[in-house]
């Protein structure tokens, strides 16, 4: 028997799965305690995966501000001069870490708070998973092009491209790793 929201399986593996929703209001069907039992260990699952969710993005943030600290090290040896005073040498890597944001988010690190002043986190820690990963291949690979002794301009058009092309193959994965419809059925 099929029906929208209950899927009948035999053979082995087989069962009747329903769409939580519908597993919910079975469970209250059977008994009010049932539903209680259900529902409690329905949000614990729940806790457990948003909490793997965010270990992933703890994950990819200390990946990022650990490549962070590559690229420092790429513009304190290329781009600093041992001349400059403190305030230039601050500008130059405030110059640097701007042009990842433009590159990666569009906009600056001020233009992202003027444009959320209620937020009490910066534009890196609002990020998502895959803007993080994006933004720690940014890091390395601009460590390398200051290395090499490319200008800003081009390493920004080179930085961009390759932006793109990752966020697109990411996105990708992203998708193509959601479930199936139908696959937010719960065995009954």
């Given at each position: 028997m099929?029906?929208?929201?209950?899927?009948?399986?035999?053979?082995?593996?087989?069962?009747?799965y329903?769409?939580s929703?519908?597993?919910?209001?079975?469970?209250?069907?059977?008994?009010?305690?049932?539903?209680?039992y259900?529902?409690?260990?329905?949000?614990?699952?729940?806790?457990?995966e948003?909490?793997?969710?965010?270990?992933?993005?703890?994950?990819?943030?200390?990946?990022?501000?650990?490549?962070?600290?590559?690229?420092?090290?790429?513009?304190?040896?290329k781009?600093?001069?041992?001349?400059?005073?403190?305030?230039?040498v601050?500008?130059?890597?405030?110059?640097?870490?701007?042009?990842?944001?433009?590159?990666?988010?569009?906009?600056?690190?001020?233009?992202?708070?003027?444009?959320?002043?209620?937020?009490?986190?910066?534009?890196?820690?609002a990020?998502?998973?895959?803007?993080?990963?994006?933004l720690?291949?940014?890091?390395?690979?601009?460590?390398?092009?200051?290395?090499?002794?490319?200008?800003?301009?081009?390493?920004?058009?080179?930085?961009?491209?390759?932006?793109?092309?990752?966020?697109?193959?990411?996105?990708?994965?992203?998708?193509?790793?959601?479930?199936?419809?139908?696959?937010?059925?719960?065995?009954?």
């Amino acid at each position: 028997m099929n029906a929208i929201g209950i899927v009948s399986k035999a053979g082995r593996y087989g069962g009747t799965y329903a769409h939580s929703d519908i597993a919910m209001s079975f469970a209250t069907w059977i008994s009010p305690e049932f539903q209680l039992y259900i529902m409690k260990d329905y949000r614990r699952l729940k806790t457990d995966e948003n909490s793997r969710l965010s270990l992933n993005w703890n994950l990819n943030r200390e990946i990022s501000k650990l490549n962070y600290k590559i690229h420092t090290d790429a513009i304190k040896e290329k781009l600093i001069p041992p001349e400059l005073t403190p305030a230039q040498v601050a500008y130059t890597y405030a110059n640097e870490a701007d042009m990842l944001n433009v590159v990666l988010f569009g906009k600056t690190a001020k233009q992202w708070k003027d444009e959320n002043p209620t937020l009490n986190e910066n534009m890196r820690d609002a990020a998502t998973l895959n803007q993080l990963l994006v933004l720690a291949n940014l890091e390395s690979y601009n460590a390398v092009l200051i290395n090499q002794g490319k200008e800003q301009r081009e390493r920004m058009e080179l930085l961009r491209q390759l932006a793109v092309q990752q966020l697109q193959t990411l996105e990708m994965v992203s998708l193509n790793n959601l479930p199936k419809l139908g696959t937010d059925l719960q065995k009954v």
